[in-house]
C-alpha cells in the first residue's frame, strides 16, 4: 500500500513540476535561470545574449539590451533594489537601446531582446545629453544575423511554419524568449524580482498578451496595439491565417492571444488608436472581453503606429508604477450608459478629473479610414455625462484625463444608433405577443389579431350583418412575421422566432381551403372568436402585391407551402397559352399549375381578355414571388420558366415608340377607360394608360418586385435579366412622365400622349383618377435598388429628384421631417451602394421621425387613427436599419415589397374617409389604420 502512495506521489510531483500549456513549458520557463554572458558593458546601456530555445534541433542565443539606475550611474550598489520591465519590440523592430534608457531613467532595471535571431548596432550616444541617439540600433541593414540566432520574424515564421515540431514557430520562440528574459532580469542582484512588468509594440503587443496570459510572475502588462483576434474582421494577419487552410484552427488554438487571454490575472492596460490598420477596435475591445482579471483601456484618436509613439504614452508607466512602486492608479471608468439624450459613465479615480470627451465617428467601412469626432463632456462628483452619440454612429467611447494629463478610456461601443431601434422594434413585438395573440374563441390558438387598439388593446373588430368579427388575416401578417424571425437571428431570443413558426404552421393546418390557398388576402380572413373564414363570399382568394414570407412557411410545413405557391399559379392564371391572369381565383376549385402548357411566346401584348377578366400589375409580386421561392426552395425549374415568362409579358407590353407599358396585359371589352375618356382618346383602355393606380404598381412597384426577385435568385443570369429589365422601365417612365417643374409624374397614353383627365366623364374613373402622381418611398427603392444593382448614373440622378421632392434635399437635409418607412429602405440601399455616410445619417432621422409615432404602449399608430396593425411595416423596417448600424445585415432575409389590405362591406358607422368612392365595400385601412 505505502508504494503505491509513494508512486502516487511522485506522479503528482511531476505533473505539478511540469506545468505546459500549448507549446510552452512553464514551469521550465519560470524557475530556469537561462545561461547568459555579456557582450558589451562599457556605457550606460550594457548588451548581453541569453539562452533561448532549440531551434530546429540547435542551441540558440537571443540578444538584449539591459540598463538600470545603477548603468546609468544613478544609483549605487547597495541602495536599494529596482522594479524591473521586459520590453518587447514590434515587427521590423528590435532591441532598443533607448528604451532600455528611458526605463531606467525611470528608475527600473529594463531588459530589451531581439526577437528575430539577430543582433543590433552598439548604441551611439550624444556627446552632450550621453542619451542614445534613436533609430541607431534600428537600422535593419546594419543587423548581424546571430550565428546561433533563432527565427526570424517574417510572415513565413509567424504563420506557415504552424504543425508539426514547434521549434521553428516564431510566436513559440518570441513567448519563450521574453519569459526567459523575465527570469533572467529577476535573478539580477539589483532587481525586485517580485515586481515586475512588460510591455510591448505591435507585434510586442501581440506577444504581450501572450506572455501575460502565461507568466503570473509579472505584476502588470500593456499591450501596445497589439492583440488577438487575428483570424477575424478586417485584422491584416487574416489573409495570412486563412491562407494556412486546416491548419488554420491549429494555429488560432496555439498562437492567437484570443485563446490565452482568458487565462490571464496579470492586471494589464490595453494602449491603441482609433484607426489602427493593423489592430482595429473589434479585435481590441473582443481581445479585452476575454480578461477575466483587472484590465483598463486607453484609446486615442488618431494614434501614430510605430515604437517611438508606441512607447510615448505617459500611461504606461503611471500604470506600471501603480503596481510595482506603490504609484497612484489612473482613474478607472465604469461601463457607459446611454440614458434618454445622454451617455454617463462614473469614474473611481484617487486623483481629480480635469478633462472628459466622448469620441465617436459616423463612418461606416473600413476602420482604418473612418473619421472621428471628439466633444466636451461633463464632470460631477465623479460622474461623467456627455450627449448621446449620433444615431447613426458607428462606433463611440470616452475619455476622462486627471490632473497628471493621465488619460483612460472606457470601452468601445459599437452602433449605439441600432440599439435605439433595436429596442422599438423589440418593444413593439413584446406588446404583440402579450396582446395581440387569439384569445377569443373556445380554443386559444398562436394566431395573432390583425391590429390593437393603441390604448385599451382591445382588437380591432369588422361589423358586417349584425356580427362582429375578430380578424386575423395572415397575408396582412407578413411583416410581423419578417419581424418576428428577425428579431431571433439579431437578438438570439427564441421567442420571437418560435411565435412566428407556431402561428404559420397552424394556418398552413388549419386555415387551408379546399384546393390548398389559405384563408387570407383581400376579401378572405379568419374570425377568431366563431373560428371560421370570414369576408366578402367564401370562395374569393385575392392577393394584390402581398409577397408572402414563404421562407418561413416552407421551414414549418414544406408540403402544405408548396402546394399554396403552386396553386396561385394555378387558380389565378387563366389562360396559359396567353399568360393572363384574374386577381380572383376559387378557394374551392382544384388548380393544379399547367407547367407544361403550350406558350404562346410572341403573342401581341396587351391582348383582349375573355369575359370580365382583370389582369393588374398588383398581382404580379405574388405571382413572381410564388414562383421563385418554388424555384428556390423546391428547385422547381418550371416555376422559374414561367416566371420569367410572366415579367418578360410586362416588357412585351411596352409601346414600340416610347418604351412605355400600361398596368395590365389585357383589356376588357366594356373598358372602363374607355367609358371615361374614349370621346378624347379613341384608343383608350386599361391596358395603355400610365395614370392611377395602374401607373404606381407597373413603375412604382414592378420593378422593385423585379429586382428583390432577381436577389433571391442570388445573381443567376435570368436575375441579371430581371435587374436590367426594371433599370430600363425606371428610366423610361422618368423620361416621359417626370414634370420637373411640380415633381411629379403625368398620367400619358402609353403612345406618350398626355392624358386629358379633366374632361373623363363620371364613373368608376373620375378627373381625379388622371391627376398627376407623387414620387413614393417604393419609386426611391425602386431606383436605389437599381442604381446599387446596376451603377447606372442616371438612376442616382433619378433617386436624387426624388429626394428632394420627399423633403431630404439631395440627401443632405437631416432636419427633414419625413416618415415615409420605405424611404429608409431606399437610403440603406444607397448607402451600401455609394458608402456615404449621409444617406445612414439621413435614414437613422427618417427612423427617428417613425420612433416618435410609437405610443407608450409600444404600438405604430397613424394620425388619426386609434388602431394600429400587428402586420406593421415600421417596426420592420426599424429593425433593419438597426442591422445596418450594427453590420448585421446578413442574419435575416432582406426587405421585401409588400402591402397588406381586407376589401369587404362594412355595416358600422363611417365617416367619409373611411369609406371606397363609389364602392358598397370598404379597406380595413380606411376603416382602422390609415396608410400602413
Not at 50 to 69: L, M, N, Q
Not at 255 to 280: A, E, K, Q
Not at 462 to 468: L, R, S, V
Request: overall charge positive; aromatic content about 10%.
Amino acid at each position: 500500500m505505502m508504494k503505491h502512495l509513494f508512486a502516487l506521489f511522485i506522479a503528482v510531483t511531476v505533473f505539478a513540476a511540469d506545468e505546459k500549456v500549448g507549446p510552452w513549458n512553464l514551469t521550465a520557463l519560470k524557475k530556469t535561470i537561462p545561461q547568459m554572458r555579456w557582450v558589451d558593458q562599457s556605457g550606460p546601456v550594457h548588451s548581453l545574449l541569453y539562452e533561448g530555445e532549440k531551434y530546429r534541433g540547435r542551441d540558440t542565443e537571443v540578444f538584449a539590451f539591459y540598463a538600470s539606475p545603477m548603468t546609468l550611474g544613478k544609483a549605487t550598489c547597495g541602495k536599494g533594489k529596482f522594479p524591473g520591465v521586459v520590453l518587447i519590440h514590434g515587427g521590423g523592430g528590435t532591441a532598443f537601446a533607448e528604451w532600455a534608457w528611458l526605463w531606467a531613467q525611470r528608475g527600473y532595471a529594463a531588459i530589451a531582446m531581439d526577437l528575430s535571431g539577430s543582433q543590433p548596432n552598439a548604441p551611439v550616444y550624444d556627446a552632450k545629453t550621453g542619451v542614445p541617439v534613436p533609430g541607431q540600433t534600428a537600422k535593419k541593414e546594419t543587423r548581424k544575423r546571430l550565428p546561433n540566432g533563432g527565427p526570424d520574424q517574417g510572415h513565413a515564421e509567424k504563420f506557415d511554419s504552424i504543425g508539426g515540431d514547434t521549434s521553428d514557430d516564431w510566436p513559440f520562440h518570441a513567448a519563450a524568449s521574453v519569459m526567459r528574459a523575465h527570469s533572467l532580469l529577476r535573478s539580477m542582484e539589483e532587481v525586485d524580482a517580485e515586481h515586475t512588468a512588460v510591455t510591448g509594440i505591435s507585434w510586442g503587443g501581440y506577444t504581450t498578451c501572450l506572455v501575460a496570459s502565461l507568466d503570473d510572475r509579472f505584476k502588470a502588462a500593456v499591450p501596445v496595439y497589439g492583440c488577438g483576434f487575428l483570424f477575424e474582421g478586417e485584422s491584416v494577419q487574416k489573409p495570412s491565417i486563412d491562407k494556412l487552410g486546416d491548419r488554420r484552427e491549429l494555429w488560432i488554438k496555439t498562437y492567437d492571444p484570443s485563446s490565452r487571454l482568458p487565462r490571464c490575472r496579470v492586471p494589464i492596460l490595453f494602449v491603441n488608436g482609433s484607426n489602427d490598420i493593423h489592430y482595429p477596435l473589434d479585435s481590441y475591445q473582443k481581445s479585452f472581453d476575454c480578461v477575466p482579471g483587472k484590465k483598463q483601456m486607453r484609446i486615442e484618436v488618431n494614434m501614430r503606429h510605430g515604437h517611438g509613439p508606441g512607447w510615448a504614452p505617459k500611461e504606461i508607466g503611471l500604470f506600471i508604477d501603480s503596481y510595482c512602486r506603490g504609484g497612484q492608479p489612473l482613474p478607472v471608468p465604469s461601463k457607459p450608459v446611454v440614458e434618454g439624450d445622454c451617455v454617463r459613465m462614473s469614474v473611481k479615480c484617487v486623483l481629480p478629473l480635469k478633462e472628459a470627451k466622448l469620441h465617436y465617428t459616423t463612418d461606416t467601412g473600413l476602420r482604418s479610414k473612418r473619421k472621428w469626432q471628439s466633444v466636451p463632456a461633463k464632470i460631477s462628483n465623479g460622474v461623467v455625462t456627455a450627449p448621446c452619440p449620433p444615431a447613426d454612429a458607428s462606433t463611440w467611447f470616452l475619455t476622462v484625463t486627471d490632473e497628471r494629463d493621465a488619460m483612460v478610456s472606457s470601452t468601445i461601443q459599437f452602433a449605439t444608433g441600432g440599439n435605439r431601434y433595436l429596442q422599438a422594434a423589440v418593444t413593439f413585438a413584446d406588446r404583440v405577443l402579450a396582446d395581440g395573440r387569439d384569445k377569443y374563441g373556445k380554443v386559444q390558438s398562436p394566431l395573432f389579431v390583425d391590429g390593437l387598439h393603441v390604448a385599451t388593446l382591445e382588437p380591432a373588430r369588422w361589423k358586417h350583418t349584425g356580427k362582429e368579427w375578430v380578424l386575423s388575416n395572415f397575408a396582412s401578417q407578413q411583416p410581423l412575421m419578417r419581424l418576428l424571425d428577425g428579431l431571433t437571428a439579431v437578438t438570439g431570443e427564441a421567442k420571437y422566432r418560435q411565435a412566428a413558426e407556431d402561428a404559420a404552421r397552424h394556418v398552413l393546418e388549419h386555415l387551408r381551403t379546399p384546393n390548398g390557398l389559405l384563408y387570407w388576402g383581400g376579401h378572405l380572413a379568419w374570425d377568431l372568436e366563431q373560428e371560421k373564414p370570414v369576408g366578402q363570399g367564401s370562395d374569393t382568394h385575392e392577393l394584390k402585391s402581398q409577397q408572402p414570407y414563404y421562407e418561413l412557411m416552407h421551414r414549418v410545413n414544406p408540403s402544405a407551402t408548396t402546394k399554396l405557391m403552386e396553386t396561385i399559379w394555378g387558380g389565378h392564371v387563366l389562360d396559359w397559352s396567353l399568360l393572363d391572369y384574374n386577381r380572383h381565383a376559387s378557394a374551392r376549385k382544384p388548380s393544379p399549375p399547367l407547367w407544361s402548357h403550350e406558350f404562346r411566346e410572341n403573342s401581341e401584348v396587351p391582348f383582349p381578355a375573355k369575359g370580365g377578366n382583370l389582369s393588374f400589375c398588383n398581382v404580379t409580386p405574388p405571382l413572381t414571388r410564388s414562383g421563385v421561392m418554388l424555384a428556390v426552395l423546391d428547385k422547381n425549374a418550371d416555376a422559374l420558366k414561367w416566371t420569367r415568362r410572366l415579367l418578360f409579358r410586362w416588357q412585351q407590353g411596352r409601346d414600340p415608340k416610347t418604351g412605355l407599358c400600361g398596368g395590365q396585359l389585357s383589356y376588357r371589352k366594356d373598358d372602363r377607360a374607355q367609358a371615361a375618356l374614349g370621346h378624347v382618346h379613341p384608343e383608350i383602355n386599361e391596358a395603355k394608360m400610365v395614370a392611377a393606380y395602374h401607373q404606381v404598381s407597373r413603375y412604382h412597384t414592378l420593378p422593385l418586385v423585379q429586382m428583390q426577385a432577381a436577389e433571391t435568385l442570388m445573381q443567376t443570369g435570368i436575375g441579371r435579366e430581371f435587374v436590367q429589365w426594371a433599370a430600363d422601365d425606371l428610366k423610361t417612365y422618368f423620361r416621359r412622365a417626370y414634370d420637373p417643374k411640380s415633381g411629379k409624374l403625368v398620367a400619358l397614353l402609353t403612345d406618350g400622349t398626355r392624358i386629358e383627365g379633366s374632361k373623363s366623364k363620371p364613373g368608376y374613373y373620375v378627373a381625379a383618377s388622371f391627376a398627376p402622381q407623387a414620387p413614393d418611398g417604393f419609386l426611391l427603392w425602386g431606383c436605389a435598388m437599381a442604381y446599387r444593382l446596376t451603377r447606372d448614373k442616371e438612376l442616382l440622378q433619378m433617386a436624387t429628384q426624388i429626394s428632394d421632392h420627399l423633403g431630404l434635399g439631395d440627401f443632405s437635409k437631416l432636419d427633414t421631417d419625413c416618415d415615409d418607412w420605405s424611404v429608409i429602405y431606399a437610403l440603406l440601399e444607397l448607402h451600401r451602394a455609394t458608402k456615404r455616410p449621409e444617406m445612414l445619417r439621413l435614414a437613422c432621422r427618417v427612423g427617428d421621425n417613425l420612433l416618435r409615432k410609437q405610443t407608450p404602449t409600444g404600438l405604430f399608430p397613424r394620425t388619426p387613427y386609434q388602431y394600429a396593425r400587428t402586420g406593421d411595416e415600421i417596426p420592420l423596417v426599424l429593425l433593419h436599419l438597426a442591422a445596418a448600424l450594427d453590420g448585421k445585415q446578413s442574419s435575416f432575409p432582406q426587405p421585401i415589397f409588400d402591402r397588406r389590405f381586407f376589401h369587404c362591406e362594412y355595416h358600422g358607422p363611417l365617416e367619409k374617409h373611411q369609406q371606397k368612392r363609389d364602392d358598397k365595400r370598404t379597406y380595413d385601412h380606411y376603416v382602422f389604420y390609415g396608410d400602413s
